[in-house]
């Protein structure tokens, strides 16, 4: 990810975003354990309304993680999913109002896959941090089963949702490591504060939004809130 060419739209928002970069972590570090107890409170009601999704998931991460492991193990990060890592960094880009100039990802012989996104602007925390914590897939896969609910069946969908889980949870951690340039700029420490409440958050919100719609992930966020404070 390269950040160039002074965009001065954008420097409010990354000013107010920066500032909150540390109250984030504290926040983060707060709400962990109400974040797993939420989690865990979702995953019953959802064995309790849908009895099978819990099957049809768990057989959608199975088939990936076996995909995974006969295919795709050798390769430490695919081209997909370096261009998911870069669309993710250029979606937050936008939500924050940097236009993105360019998206790469390409093979670059003895360095494996390797990506870059462009933006103009200073740029942000959270355009960094963005691809180690937000689901890509199975937002895509919420979308598709929210705009178009008689596409899939439902079984279809659940395990659909089991492999966009899979997915991104192999390739995030393929991706997670010491090296990674993304984890040295936004620091490790805060890193370490920062990623595992928002991973169980998004994780939560993905499957409230899989099994009831987005207006009852909202509820969860404020839900949250409430019972960390």
Same mark, same amino acid.
């Given at each position: 990810?390269?950040?160039?060419?002074?965009?001065?739209?954008?420097?409010?928002?990354?000013?107010?975003?920066?500032? /909150?970069?540390?109250?984030?972590?504290? @926040?983060?570090?707060?709400?962990?354990?109400?974040?797993? !107890?939420? @989690?865990?409170?979702?995953? +019953?009601?959802?064995?309790?309304?849908?009895?099978?999704?819990?099957? +049809?998931?768990? /057989? #959608?991460? /199975?088939?990936?993680?076996?995909?995974?492991?006969?295919?795709?193990?050798?390769?430490? =990060?695919s081209?997909?999913?370096?261009?998911?890592?870069?669309? %993710?960094?250029?979606?937050?880009? !936008?939500?924050?109002?940097?236009?993105?100039?360019s =998206? *790469?990802?390409?093979f670059?012989?003895?360095?494996?896959? =390797? #990506? *870059?996104? %462009? @933006?103009?602007?200073?740029?942000?925390?959270?355009?960094?941090?963005?691809?180690?914590?937000?689901?890509?897939?199975?937002?895509? %896969?919420?979308?598709?089963?929210?705009?178009?609910p008689?596409?899939?069946? +439902?079984?279809?969908?659940?395990?659909?949702?089991?492999?966009?889980?899979?997915?991104?949870?192999?390739?995030?951690?393929?991706?997670?490591? *010491?090296?990674?340039?993304?984890? *040295?700029?936004? #620091?490790f420490?805060?890193? %370490?504060?920062?990623?595992?409440? /928002?991973?169980?958050?998004?994780?939560?919100l993905?499957?409230?939004? @899989?099994?009831?719609?987005?207006? +009852?992930? =909202?509820?969860?966020?404020?839900?949250?809130?409430?019972?960390?404070?």
């Amino acid at each position: 990810m390269i950040r160039h060419q002074k965009y001065f739209a954008s420097d409010r928002v990354d000013a107010c975003i920066n500032l /909150a970069k540390w109250p984030c972590a504290i @926040f983060a570090l707060v709400a962990t354990i109400p974040a797993m !107890l939420l @989690f865990m409170g979702v995953v +019953e009601q959802l064995n309790s309304t849908r009895p099978t999704l819990g099957a +049809e998931i768990a /057989a #959608g991460v /199975a088939a990936y993680c076996l995909i995974w492991w006969l295919f795709l193990k050798r390769t430490r =990060i695919s081209f997909f999913s370096t261009l998911e890592h870069e669309l %993710t960094h250029a979606l937050f880009a !936008l939500l924050t109002l940097h236009p993105v100039t360019s =998206i *790469r990802s390409a093979f670059w012989e003895g360095k494996g896959n =390797i #990506g *870059r996104m %462009t @933006f103009r602007g200073n740029g942000n925390w959270l355009i960094t941090i963005s691809p180690y914590f937000f689901p890509a897939a199975p937002v895509v %896969t919420c979308l598709i089963v929210s705009v178009l609910p008689n596409m899939l069946t +439902e079984k279809t969908a659940g395990t659909l949702f089991g492999i966009s889980l899979a997915y991104h949870f192999l390739s995030t951690w393929n991706e997670t490591h *010491r090296g990674q340039t993304d984890l *040295r700029n936004v #620091g490790f420490v805060f890193a %370490t504060a920062f990623l595992p409440c /928002a991973n169980i958050v998004a994780i939560s919100l993905c499957l409230v939004w @899989f099994n009831n719609g987005i207006g +009852e992930a =909202i509820q969860h966020l404020g839900r949250l809130w409430s019972l960390t404070f």
